[in-house]
Each structure stands twice: as structure tokens, then as C-alpha cells.
């Protein structure tokens, strides 16, 4: 996924979010598979379990139990056709998520040769906060950031002063 280019800043910025509003104590259950971040996060001093890959519009077995005291979800939800459903069985008490930002200047994101990898939901930041708070979330933290890169163009000039990601840290409504 990362073969010629690893997203240093967008990990450095998630890992300052998540240290600032999750103990290492916290288990936490990354949705989506293994990856390099999740990895991080152990060498972190973070108890991370990772979903296995199941279809997460279909089937949200996964975050029904009480074993996880946060879910994590970075860049997971604009890949779901209905990420109300698993937003709203998450058993968990916390959740720290984040989303790539629906851009004006460039289409939808869409990989040819991976169907897994396509955005579905290309979000502003009130349709997210919408989404939680119908789905029984309360954010209690947020923060965008930009993804400047070291191109020359003119998108890659919006990029180093439009926000590219949304981070949040919410709680279960009581």
C-alpha cells in the first residue's frame, strides 16, 4: 500500500491525537486490517486488536462485544456504503476516527484495480459530526489538518492550506 510513499505526517499528527485522548491502558480495536499504523500503535505501548478483513457494511459482529474499551477508525468509514450501521453497534465507550475531507478541487477517490479501495462517502465535517451524533456519539475533540506535498501544481498548492483530514474523539452518548 505504502510501496513508494509513507504517509509520515498524517501518522505523526494521528499518534499526537491519540496519545492526547487514549491511555496505553485502553484496549483498543482498529477497524480495518493489520496495517502500518496499527503497528505503530503497538510500538506505542497500545493493546490493538485489528479487524480481519470482514465486510464491515454487512456484517458488525466485530464491535458488538464489550472487550474494547475504544474503537479506532482512520480513513475506514468513507470506504463503507453505511457506516451509520457500525458507528451505532460499537460497544465501546470511545472512539477516535478519522477521514480524508471531501475536496472541491478533485474527485472522488477511486482505485482501478482494488474495489476495496474506493471512497464511497467523500465527507465535509458536519456531515461526519452528523453521522456520530445520529449515530450516538458525542465529540468531545476535533481537528483538521492539511497534507501539503512536495509537488509542483496547482493541487498540490491548495493542498498546503486546504484541509485534507478530520480527525475526532467522541464518547458513547449515556
Known sequence: MYENSFPN???????????????????????GVTNPFSELMKQQ???VTNTTGEDLDLDTSVVTTSDYDVVTAFEIFEHLLAP???????????LVASIPLKLWFAPAYRSKTDMWDRHYH??????????????GWEIKAREKFT????????????????????MVYAERKK
Not at 88 to 93: N, T
Not at 122 to 135: C, I, P, V, Y
Open 9 to 31: 505526517k498524517r501518522y505523526k499528527h494521528t499518534m499526537l491525537f491519540l496519545k492526547e485522548h487514549v491511555n496505553t491502558s485502553d484496549k483498543i480495536l482498529d477497524l
Open 122 to 135: 467523500e465527507f465535509e465535517d458536519w456531515q461526519f459530526d452528523w453521522l456520530l451524533e445520529k449515530s
Open 84 to 94: 451509520f450501521n457500525i458507528l451505532k453497534d460499537i460497544k465501546a465507550g470511545k
Open 45 to 47: 505501548g497500545y493493546q
Open 147 to 166: 497534507n501539503p506535498v512536495k509537488k509542483l501544481g496547482i493541487r498540490p498548492l491548495l493542498r498546503s492550506f486546504t484541509p485534507r483530514y478530520y
